[in-house]
């Protein structure tokens, strides 16, 4: 069992930056790969961002490619995501998920993730 907390939401300005983050907790954390995906309202959950379990294969959503980066620490349990030149259609609950099978090779779809946090509310006004 992975327990997956994730911080750093909030409301933000056009053009501006966040960092997320999150914290996992119990089965070994550098076991899993890990994304970060979102979910606006009355849309589909979309990925945003995975990397494997020791980051060295990073992969982007196309949206956020070139404003986002995904990174991991592993010896502190923590998982980030920043984000910056946000525009109102980022706007979403971000999650945090963590996949066996993304160990090795990132995967981009929410089924293929076994655990997830409850979310962060980011919000881009104009």
């Known amino acids: 069992q992975v327990r997956l907390v994730e911080s750093g939401g909030g409301l933000v300005q056009a053009g501006g930056s966040l960092r997320l983050s999150c914290t996992a907790s119990?089965?070994?954390?550098?076991?899993?790969?890990m994304g970060w995906f979102r979910q606006a309202p009355g849309k589909e959950r979309e990925v945003v961002a995975g990397?494997?379990?020791?980051?060295?294969?990073?992969n982007y959503a196309a949206s956020v490619k070139g404003r986002s980066t995904i990174s991991r620490n592993n010896g502190e349990n923590a998982l980030y995501l920043q984000l910056s030149g946000l525009k109102p259609e980022d706007t979403a609950v971000y999650y945090c998920?963590?996949?066996?099978?993304?160990?090795?090779?990132?995967?981009?779809?929410?089924?293929?993730?076994?655990?997830w946090g409850q979310g962060t509310q980011v919000t881009v006004s104009s």
């Open positions: 998920a963590a996949s066996w099978s993304s160990r090795t090779a990132v995967r981009q779809t929410p089924s293929e993730y076994e655990y």
């Open positions: 990397l494997t379990w020791n980051g060295g294969i990073t």
């Open positions: 119990g089965r070994t954390f550098n076991d899993f790969g």
